[in-house]
């Protein structure tokens, strides 16, 4: 039973340039969740998909930020134009929406570092 | 916005016990209390969660008051490898609101 995978584990990059970030959930999990996480702070939630619809985007998703999950399935995570307030490390999370509780089940994260 | 409370930092010497507590007084009634841990530089590991019935599995025991306007993670045998943040988080829906958590040392 694999996990939740998220490609690359670390980014770096220069102020201005695009990046994305891909996450593969856990096998027939149809939810799946984005989070920032900034150097000694808990994760903040971005948006998160319930099959390919993308239901809920925090005001933290700036125009700069996408979000796909065009089949149900795996996801990606753009930044257009990346600047040095994005660095951080983002957290891809999955779970199955069921009748009770859908708990979450997290990736190791991509680390950002705009320079 | 965390909707619950915790220490920012406590040890416990290994072999023993760890009882992490959590103040979450403003809890709806459909809502669980989930508890994660973060070791460092990795992403958060789910340990247990609970809605008004204890709850034991192979990781930790978590204990609700009958109010549910608190609870306590047990880790029951600490080990150095359970140095950690633990995060206790109330959420009756899509989003978990992570607060500061507690940082776990345990020293031998």
């Known amino acids: 039973d694999t996990g939740v995978s998220q490609n690359p584990r670390h980014k770096i990059t220069k102020r201005g340039q695009n990046v994305t970030f891909r996450c593969d959930p856990i096998?027939?999990?149809?939810?799946l969740y984005w989070y920032r996480q900034t150097l000694g702070q808990g994760p903040e939630f971005l948006t998160y998909?319930?099959?390919?619809?993308?239901?809920?985007k925090s005001r933290l998703l700036s125009d700069r930020f996408s979000a796909e999950r065009p089949k149900g399935s795996f996801s990606t995570l753009e930044i257009q134009r990346t600047e040095q307030g994005d660095s951080a490390m983002y957290l891809c999370?999955?779970?199955?929406?069921?009748?009770?509780?859908?708990?979450?089940?997290f990736g190791p994260g991509t680390r950002l570092t705009v320079l | 916005d965390a909707k619950t409370t915790q220490p920012p930092s406590m040890d416990c010497a290994e072999g023993r016990a760890a009882n992490l507590p959590c103040n979450h007084s403003?809890?709806?009634?459909?809502?669980?209390v989930y508890w994660y841990r973060q070791i460092h530089s990795q992403g958060p590991q789910y340990i247990i969660h609970?809605?008004?019935n204890n709850e034991t599995n192979e990781m930790a025991s978590l204990i609700i008051t009958e109010d549910r306007k608190s609870s306590t993670l047990i880790l029951p045998h600490a080990t150095l490898r359970d140095t950690a943040v633990y995060y206790c988080?109330?959420?009756?829906?899509?989003?978990?609101?992570f607060g500061a958590g507690t940082t776990v040392t345990v020293r031998a």
């Open positions: 096998s027939e999990h149809n939810r």
């Open positions: 999370a999955s779970s199955f929406r069921g009748a009770m509780t859908d708990t979450q089940y």
């Open positions: 403003t809890i709806s009634g459909n809502e669980y």
């Open positions: 998909f319930q099959n390919e619809a993308q239901l809920e």
């Open positions: 988080i109330s959420s009756g829906d899509y989003k978990l609101s």
């Open positions: 609970g809605l008004k």
